[in-house]
């Protein structure tokens, strides 16, 4: 937790003109009650990320504004003194002992190695150079650590000297100073600068300036060493021998440095040595060391006290003290140069700014002098208005304040203003009384100036005289404007019975108009009503307006001071370095550019420069911490994780010592609208996979943001959310979609051809039933011929007839159950058919069979009793109705698409007369038969067999597909 702590130290012995020291500096304290790992601090460093570092007596602290990270000396593995820390990367730090030597430590693990083989003594300093690190034990050694070997030597030093300080220079040299002057370090050896006037002078402390000059501190004095002539800055304690040690300029041009042996804390501002220690009533302690961070805040170490922040050295606060118990302060003037003057709720407080000394006055110790507002009559003469009503309303006599040049007079009232002629009073019934400025008579009085019901009762609360001499009376009921011929005018506008609490004239010609709700600007005009509203700024109950011009001002309110420039505003607060909340009058010194605000507790001056930088103040995000789940992501551009499903989590650190408490985050993630944070951490609870553009920044509330920083994250999808994945499925599906089909389609043949062989087994069992039907037939014209050669007493022919006959009734018989046979198994007996019938008809028949045994078509079969049926046409309805000679040609041949073509050939009448003498419809049985049993084999196939006229006769052509065939050596079709 932040302590913001004010002591206090302006002593007033009584209640009457006892003048006390009473300027103090804001700042914070922090010791291990705060968390830090122990009060006795030696070292202070801040690493590249902006965080601050504590090397004590007892572990190391890391600290970021608001939370200290401590390291014990069990953790740490170190039993001795942190003396110095020193940052090597951006990952580590060395870490100077006492005794111990010096050690490695690692930002993200916590975890350190000791680095020196050999042992070294105190390292009070350290500076690298390179492979090595030099070390400093003040007054007694130098030392040089190797990193190569990890051994150290020791520099030797002239006689009668010893080394005090060591620093890195811009250019790369290393300076001591030593209790003789000032040495160069060059290849481990020491080489004295020599510097004109300056000799064997000490230099205990040396800082580089900017411009590459140095600030050396001696005994009693400060030095500067620019381009080899040394000069003095300040001679110090003339009287006394001192020591001076912790060497520092911060931003503001201010010298810091600590005292040996007494151990005060200065500063010196200006030509003012201030003691700080002293101001601050920090007792005596042990000052360690002093250090200035980027931002230019100053961090000193008490030994036993902890650390002291200094964030706001442009604010000097003069708070209550035991003796300046009513610092409640509504009113504040400037005589002079010299003198500031401010009116509280029980008398006065003088400030001499030459020797910043306080004095309290009271002069009625018996009434409550409750000072309303303050007025200069002339340059030593004061005017009080007060609410004490037992002075009567009229002027006191002249009081002299001791010690100052001034006068005051008070007067009840509740405010006042002084003109050229006349000293004008506003009260509380509704009326301004004047007095005679020269001679502070009675000089009149304006009444009833509001003519509003129960306007008697109407508190004037301010009066003032525009640069046309017309008079302009705020009160509760408004504003009136009474010009030189004492007319009344009452400018247009909502301010108008509205209770205005103070009047301001932001220039000679625009007046600002305070009222509950905020304020408004009035343009004065030359003609009546005089003025004219330009604008209204809300604000909740504001006490005072500063205006620097009319784009920038302060204004104080009961919960802070509000600095508002171009439209934008920003509030000051305690821990900003304020006394109070309640802010009761503002006064600004264009001279010396300072601020002086009354509070309810004290008074505080400052450089309106500093609420400008507060204002104009931006930080940037130092550090980005990511996590997802329990697996840490470093941040750089394009981080890629696979997904989880855990919470993906982001800590943001950003850096404003002076008021941590103020820092606010936001982030927008993907260009959404942006999110504020109170704190810096950033949850998406299982965060999905896909792409996390996020913009983050920092600033200080009711402050600028300050620069952006992006961070790019993909969490990869799952595999299930993949594209290989989807292209699988998909793949998987269309296989399965695939094998279904396939499936269906084989279940479908399947049935196809079981419904083929069905069909087919039908056709062979029809077609055998019709080779049935024909062998009857054929066997009794066979028997007809037989007995025709018996009884013409021809026995070798009936006996040749009969054997072939047989012959052919056998093969018939042996290929009924057959439905393939092969091809020359058909011929022979095609042959023995043809012969019988040949025998028969005589010479009316005559016969060929025409083979073609290429192309392998010997050794295939084909299906059964599909040629025969044709012959028997051909001879029966062709060669018979002919009364010529007949011929029965047989062809078979095979196509080199793998057709195998059949014709039957004859000479016969043709196809014409025996399709008269077929009755109408009438189809062959045989040749139906064939058809459809060719089909079963082919489906594919619309040509089994044609019939066409041969010019004398009859052709015949059966095509066989390859699907109608198959091999002799195989039971199953011939593949195609």
Known sequence: MRNTVILLLMFVLNLINHPGSAQIYPYS?????????????????????????????????KFDGINFTNYSQEELGISTIITSLTERDSAHMYIGTRGEGIFLFNYESGSTSKINKTPMRMCSELQLHGNKIHSIHPFNLLETLNLKDSTSNIIPVPENNAPVDIIKTQNGEFIIGTSKGLYRLENNEL???????????????????????????????????????????????????????????????????????????????????????????????????????????????????????????????????????????????????????????????????????????????????FVKDLALVDSSTLLVATSEQRLNGKLSDELNVSGTPFKVRYIVCNTIFTGNQFIYSGGWNNNVQLNDKNTFLPAGELTDIFEAQNAADVRIRDVSIDKNENLWIAGQHGLCIIDREKRKWFPEGEFQNTDIADLNWINDSTAALLSAKGFYLLTMQQTP?????????????????????????????????????????????????????????????????????????????????????????????????????????????????????????????????????????????????WVTL?????????????????????????????????????????????????????????????FFIKKQISLAEKKQLEKNRIEQKLVELQQKALAGNLNPHFVFNSLNSIQHFINSHQPEEANDYLAKFSRLMR?????????????????????????????????????????????????????????????ENAIWHGIMPSEKNGQVILNFRKMADGTVVIEIIDNGVGVELPLKEKKNGHQSKGMKLIQERLQLLDPSSNAFFTIENANPGTRIRLQLTPKMYRLASNSSPLPH
């Open 529 to 673: 009503p005089y003025a004219k509203v330009k604008s209204f700024t809300e604000l909740k109950k504001p006490s005072c307006l500063l205006f620097f011009n009319e784009n920038e001002y302060l204004a104080g309110t009961g919960t802070g001071l509000l600095y508002h420039i171009n439209n934008e505003s920003i509030w000051l607060k305690p821990d900003d370095g304020l006394l109070s909340e309640t802010i009761n009058d503002i006064y600004y010194d264009q001279k010396t550019n300072k601020i002086w605000i009354a509070s309810s507790e004290g008074f505080m001056e400052m450089n309106p420069d500093a609420i400008r930088n507060i204002a104009n103040t931006t930080i940037p995000i130092n550090d980005i911490q990511i996590w997802y789940g329990d697996r840490q992501i470093h941040a750089h551009e394009n981080m890629e994780v696979p997904f989880g499903g855990h919470t993906l989590s982001i800590k943001l650190s950003a850096f404003y010592f002076a008021n941590a408490s103020r820092i606010q985050y936001q982030y927008q993630l993907n260009d959404e609208p």
């Open 29 to 61: 304290h922090y010791s291990s009650k705060q968390g830090l790992v122990n009060s006795s601090v030696y070292s202070i460093m801040q690493d590249h990320k902006g965080f601050m570092w504590f090397g004590t007596e007892n572990g190391l602290s």
């Open 191 to 369: 080489h004295k600068i020599a510097i004109e006037g300056f000799g064997d002078i000490s230099a205990f402390s040396t800082f580089e300036e900017q411009d590459g000059s140095l600030l050396i501190a001696g005994e009693n004095a400060i030095y500067s060493l620019r381009n080899n002539k040394i000069s003095v800055v300040k001679q110090l304690f003339k009287n006394t021998s001192s020591r001076i040690f912790n060497l520092l300029r911060d931003k503001r041009n201010n010298i810091w440095f600590s005292v040996w042996g007494n151990n005060d804390l200065f500063m010196i501002t200006g030509n003012n040595v201030v003691n700080v220690s002293e101001k601050m009533g920090l007792n005596k302690g042990t000052i360690a060391t002093i250090y200035s961070d980027r931002a230019g805040n100053i961090w000193v170490s008490i030994l036993g006290k902890g650390i002291f922040l200094f964030a706001n050295i442009d604010m000097r606060m003069y708070p209550e003290t035991p003796d300046f118990q009513n610092t409640s302060i509504h009113a504040i003037i400037q005589p002079d140069e010299k003198w500031m003057i401010f009116g509280t709720n029980d008398g006065l407080v003088t400030l001499d700014q030459s020797l910043n000394t306080s004095t309290s006055v009271k002069f009625f110790p018996d009434y409550f002098e």
């Open 811 to 871: 093969m018939h018989l042996n290929a009924a159950d057959k439905s393939f046979i092969p091809v020359q198994e058909e011929i022979n007996r095609l042959e023995y058919y043809l012969s019988l019938e040949q025998m028969r008809f005589g010479d009316k028949l005559q016969w060929k069979i025409n083979l073609d045994r290429e192309n392998g078509l010997t050794e295939i079969e084909i299906p059964n009793m599909i040629i025969q049926p044709f012959v």
């Open 678 to 738: 109170s704190q810096g951490k950033i949850e998406f609870a299982a965060a999905g996979y896909g792409t996390y553009l996020i913009k983050v920044r920092a600033g200080i509330s009711n402050g600028k943001w300050g620069p952006e920083k992006i961070i790019s994250l993909q969490i990869a999808p799952p595999f299930y959310r993949t594209w290989w994945f989807y292209l699988l499925t998909f793949a998987g599906f269309l296989f399965i979609v695939f």
